[in-house]
């Protein structure tokens, strides 16, 4: 998302500001390079996806042949911010992703990308709220 130009201290305060109100711990911070990262943990379990399991692992009982019923049970979320002026503009680039690793109950893990917009959006939308009450104060 290129912005007006800001100096990259203000631009990530305010954008800790944010995370911390999404919940997010900030892990790492330098603003001569211009980044933040943080991160949170939540529940990963989905009602669905236990009750699938447990049925699966009924009806192959029923066949007597032996399953190890896997579901997700923890996850953390992570968030990653780099800020980057724009050659020759008076405005800066500033790009977020967020990811997460997912736990299961029997120790595996994966990593996803997070791509729902509502998410990113909220963000910038916090974000740009905050940079504008910091301008006009």
Do not use: C, H
Not at 101 to 118: F, H, I, K, M
């Amino acid at each position: 998302m290129p912005i007006d130009r800001i100096s990259d201290e203000v631009l990530l305060r305010e954008a800790t500001q944010v995370l911390l109100d999404l919940g997010f711990a900030l892990d790492e911070s330098s603003v001569p390079l211009g980044v933040l990262a943080g991160s949170k943990s939540r529940d990963a379990r989905e009602a669905g996806q236990v009750a699938a399991a447990v049925a699966v692992t009924i009806v192959a009982a029923m066949f007597l042949v032996a399953v190890v019923p896997t579901w997700d049970e923890r996850q953390t979320i992570y968030v990653t911010l780099t800020t980057q002026p724009i050659p020759g503009s008076n405005q800066m680039n500033l790009r977020v992703s967020f990811e997460r690793r997912v736990e299961t109950n029997q120790g595996g893990s994966r990593y996803e990308q997070l791509n729902d917009p509502q998410l990113y959006q909220e963000f910038f939308n916090q974000l740009r709220q905050g940079l504008a009450r910091g301008v006009g104060a």
